[in-house]
């Protein structure tokens, strides 16, 4: 059974940080890439980042390029969302995904809200 939990969101002020990370099971992490999403309230869920099954190859919508970073541990069945410069617009539930065998998969989602 696939299973993508999301982590470390929270609540935190303009231009600060946090890291996002999702767990995996349930399949060969190793072999798949690996995308983050967002919604935000009312809004459509957006792509915003994405990272090849070994990890060299990583690409970003432009709303966060050069403030957002993804990775992975194979190792660890986990991929990371470094997210910097934390502005209001980025507010949102954060998914994990991954797709394979033409199915598609998301976790249930962390929070992250950018106020003061």
């Known amino acids: 059974q696939v299973q993508l939990v999301e982590s470390g969101g929270g609540l935190v002020q303009p231009g600060g940080s946090l890291r996002l990370s999702c767990a995996a099971s349930?399949?060969?992490?190793?072999?798949?890439?690996m995308s983050w999403y967002r919604q935000a309230p009312g809004k459509e869920r957006e792509w915003v980042a994405r990272?090849?099954?070994?990890?060299?190859?990583?690409s970003y919508a432009n709303s966060v390029k050069g403030r957002f970073t993804i990775s992975r541990d194979n190792a660890k069945n986990t991929v990371y969302l470094q997210i910097n410069s934390l502005k209001p617009e980025d507010t949102a539930a954060y998914y994990c995904?991954?797709?394979?065998?033409?199915?598609?998969?998301w976790g249930r989602g962390t929070q992250v809200t950018v106020s003061s």
């Open positions: 995904h991954t797709s394979f065998q033409g199915r598609f998969y």
């Open positions: 990272i090849s099954s070994a990890g060299g190859s990583t």
């Open positions: 349930g399949f060969t992490f190793s072999s798949n890439a």
